[in-house]
């Protein structure tokens, strides 16, 4: 790969420039020349009022922004390879998108007075131009990720394997502006800027041919539409809205594809499964309000994904001294189960700290975590009862 050092003023940098609103990127600048967000490109994440506008005092103030780097493709045109945050930055300031704080007051780029407007313009930025293949420039993209925020996983695979599929699938997971951003998030979490949102969708596509991310994006770069993704996750979530009559905090960012495949084809009492999930909800005993969700779905089976609050300390010290005091006088074991047993530890007294604390009539059938429902067991015996 070649690489030649040149340099640009922020005003032949901003010659043209294009920012789409919609899609929250930088498109052009150097007269059309330039691409500032090719598609292996993150979307742009400075517009917060505070790095945007750090881009802009270090203008101000003399300060180097650091090197940029251009990729020449086949056709003599550039694009940016590393700098397309801090171009899209003054571009929009010097096109008025932003405003800064100059002498305490906030002032967009017409307001400014012709020697700080001239400054910004006259600004120079130095850029290595470079040239080679795909894969040396996509090597070297990754190379250079030291500025700013680091690219993510997601970001770094829209990169290796960019093209139309990656193009239509950023459209559609990567628009802030989809009207349906709020709906998915009601059930994953993510970031569609940062592309956390295309990488769940990748996620339950790619799980459900069992392969991995990449492998499915390799498989499918060339693609011009991504209808199979779509159609996976709008199915996923539409299950998710059509199965639970409430939307509450503890559903976002479940594995709703792997319990759609799970349970999707499952026959159950849609009312009833609600009706359930309301009942457990305010039950005080729940600590893991998230594990309601597969608990119904499975038959309400499995404890465990409920965390069962435990019994506390001073519950255990009072159940262990109220049993090894009667298994004292009887000459059996402290712990119920091996006191029925015909063995060696039919008269054990185990130590507290080899036992654990148990519910006499199991939390799924009724039973409290408190004082008159705890039993102590001998740890190999609580362990291998079951449904507590």
């Given at each position: 790969?070649k ?11 901003c010659?043209g ?7 929250g990127?930088?498109?052009y600048?150097?007269?059309g ?19 945007d ?22 056709n ?20 008025n ?17 012709e ?5 910004i313009?006259n ?8 040239s080679?293949?795909e894969s040396?420039i ?15 996983a997601q ?7 960019s ?7 950023k ?6 502006n989809?009207?349906?951003i709020?709906?998915w998030?009601a059930?994953?979490k ?10 769940i ?5 790619s799980s ?24 996976y996750?709008?199915?996923?979530i539409?299950?998710v ?5 409430d ?5 976002q960012g ?18 009833y499964l609600?009706q359930k999930?309301?009942?457990?909800y ?10 309601i ?14 965390n ?9 010290q009072k159940?262990?001294?109220?049993q090894?005091k ?21 008269t ?19 039973g ?9 067991l001998?740890?190999t015996?609580?362990r291998?009862?079951?449904n507590?």
């Amino acid at each position: 790969m070649k690489t030649e050092l040149k340099t640009y003023t922020v005003k032949d940098m901003c010659e043209g420039f294009v920012y789409n609103e919609l899609e929250g990127k930088g498109l052009y600048g150097l007269n059309g020349q330039l691409t500032i967000q090719p598609e292996y490109q993150r979307n742009y994440i400075y517009a917060d009022g505070k790095r945007d506008v750090a881009v802009i005092e270090s203008v101000l103030n003399g300060y180097p922004l650091g090197l940029i780097y251009f990729n020449k493709t086949s056709n003599n045109s550039l694009e940016v390879l590393d700098g397309q945050q801090r171009i899209t930055s003054i571009g929009r300031f010097v096109t008025n998108k932003f405003a800064v704080k100059i002498n305490g007051m906030e002032q967009v780029f017409s307001g400014l007075a012709e020697d700080l407007q001239n400054k910004i313009l006259n600004t120079e930025l130095l850029v290595y131009v470079c040239s080679g293949t795909e894969s040396e420039i996509k090597t070297w993209f990754e190379t250079i990720n030291i500025v700013g925020v680091p690219l993510n996983a997601q970001e770094l695979r829209n990169a290796i394997y960019s093209g139309s599929f990656v193009t239509k699938a950023k459209e559609e997971f990567s628009n802030s502006n989809n009207s349906n951003i709020n709906k998915w998030l009601a059930y994953i979490k993510g970031n569609p800027k940062r592309q956390e949102i295309l990488e769940i969708a990748l996620t339950w596509i790619s799980s459900s041919k069992h392969t991995t991310i990449a492998d499915y994006m390799s498989q499918h770069r060339m693609d011009k539409d991504i209808k199979e993704m779509k159609i996976y996750f709008d199915t996923v979530i539409d299950w998710v809205s059509n199965t639970f009559f409430d939307v509450r905090k503890e559903m976002q960012g479940l594995n709703w594809n792997e319990l759609y495949e799970r349970y999707h084809s499952s026959p159950y009492d849609k009312k009833y499964l609600n009706q359930k999930i309301e009942e457990l909800y305010v039950d005080e005993f729940i600590t893991n309000k998230k594990g309601i969700y597969e608990f119904v779905l499975g038959g309400e089976q499995d404890t465990k994904l409920l965390n069962i609050r435990i019994f506390d300390k001073k519950d255990k010290q009072k159940a262990y001294d109220r049993q090894t005091k009667e298994a004292k006088e009887k000459n059996i074991s402290n712990c119920p189960m091996c006191a029925l047993i015909d063995n060696a530890n039919k008269t054990k007294i185990w130590k507290l700290n080899e036992m654990d604390a148990d519910h006499v009539t199991a939390w799924s059938k009724g039973g409290a975590t408190d004082l008159e429902n705890c039993q102590m067991l001998c740890v190999t015996h609580n362990r291998s009862k079951g449904n507590t």
